[in-house]
T-cell receptor
């Protein structure tokens, strides 16, 4: 059972480039979410989904897009990368009020 | 807006000492509280989940308590070991999302 899988693990982008961070889970969880982690600030919610076809914004959604066409996948798109988006990105999934499971993270640097 | 605070930000103890990590939150209308461990450069590993109706949860050397009315949770780690060195995060679930504290970084000295 793989749990939550994120790819890539590391990425360097130039300012203005776009890219997609991939997230997949094999636990049939309906809830999936993306967080970013910055030093001293804890994890902040970017976007979340309560099921296939349903997404909504979190605390810091600007500059990011998401879609959820299947239960398993929840990709995060950076439309035009900026240095302020340098961070560690985590994808999480859960069902109802059970524990949340996190991926290993994607470390993104925007230069 | 839910605010989650973890104090202290860092803690250093000798091996064998018991660890006490604190987490406080401002809105008591939570569904559950989850404690995580994060090693440097790694993801989050779930340690314990306490539902809002529970007062405590135990797993091995770990015990977490929850006082929803006062907005507090405490994670106790008995007989600490150098392998317990990590950052510990608490997160509260309210409605659709988890709100995280900034974490307590623990160093256990051999």
């Amino acid at each position: 059972n793989a749990g939550v899988t994120q790819t890539p693990k590391f990425q360097v982008l130039k300012t203005g480039q776009s890219m997609t961070l991939q997230c997949a889970q094999d636990m049939n969880h309906e809830y999936m979410s993306w967080y970013r982690q910055d030093p001293g600030m804890g994890l902040r919610l970017i976007h979340y989904s309560v099921g296939a076809g349903i997404t909504d914004q979190g605390e810091v959604p600007n500059g990011y897009n998401v879609s959820r066409s299947t239960t398993e996948d929840f990709p995060l798109r950076l439309l035009s990368a900026a240095p302020s988006q340098t961070s560690v990105y985590f994808c999480a999934s859960r069902t109802g009020s059970t524990e949340a499971f996190f991926g290993q993270g994607t470390r993104l640097t925007v230069v | 807006k839910q605010e989650v605070t973890q104090i202290p930000a860092a803690l250093s103890v000798p091996e064998g000492e018991n660890l006490v990590l604190n987490c406080s939150f401002t809105d008591s209308a939570i569904y559950n509280l989850q404690w995580f461990r994060q090693d440097p450069g790694k993801g989050l590993t779930s340690l314990l989940l306490i539902q809002s109706s529970q007062r405590e949860q135990t797993s091995g050397r770990l015990n977490a308590s929850l006082d929803k009315s006062s907005g507090r949770s405490t994670l106790y780690i008995a007989a600490s070991q150098p392998g317990d060195s990590a950052t510990y995060l608490c997160a509260v679930k309210d409605d659709y999302k988890l709100s995280f504290g900034a974490g307590t970084t623990v160093t256990v000295r051999a």
